[in-house]
């Protein structure tokens, strides 16, 4: 599969998933991330996140949540915005993600 129909192509069933990703940047200090299926952790430097296009790793200092929409698969970080990469699979594939974890 060639990157042009990775974007067309989500894994998920959930019809409100936005399937376009798009990471955009502004001034290393915002992070806005669309095709976001799941949350899996986050703390102030890192943040794992599964898109729609593969798991998204973002590294920095003092990084917050200000954002997340899952069920339109929005999620906007802010703080000191360092780095960020690709992982190629499935991080956890078959668990569960960080709210499922928190509302047992």
């Known amino acids: 599969m060639n990157i042009y129909e990775k974007e067309s192509y989500t894994?998920?069933?959930?019809h409100n998933l936005v399937?376009?990703?798009q990471v955009t940047v502004k001034d290393r200090k915002l992070m806005e991330i669309t095709g976001v299926?799941?949350?899996h952790?986050?703390?102030?430097e890192t943040f794992?996140?599964?898109t729609t296009l593969g798991q998204l790793r973002i590294y920095g200092q003092?990084?917050?949540m200000n954002n997340?929409?899952?069920?339109?698969?929005e999620l906007t970080i802010s703080g000191f915005i360092q780095n960020h990469e690709y992982q190629d699979g499935d991080y956890n594939a078959n668990g569960k993600g960080i709210?499922?974890?928190?509302?047992k």
């Open 11 to 14: 894994r998920s069933t959930n």
């Open 19 to 21: 399937a376009h990703h």
């Open 37 to 39: 299926k799941k949350l």
């Open 41 to 44: 952790s986050f703390d102030s």
């Open 48 to 50: 794992i996140i599964d």
């Open 62 to 64: 003092n990084l917050e």
């Open 68 to 73: 997340i929409e899952l069920d339109k698969g």
């Open 99 to 103: 709210f499922s974890k928190l509302f």
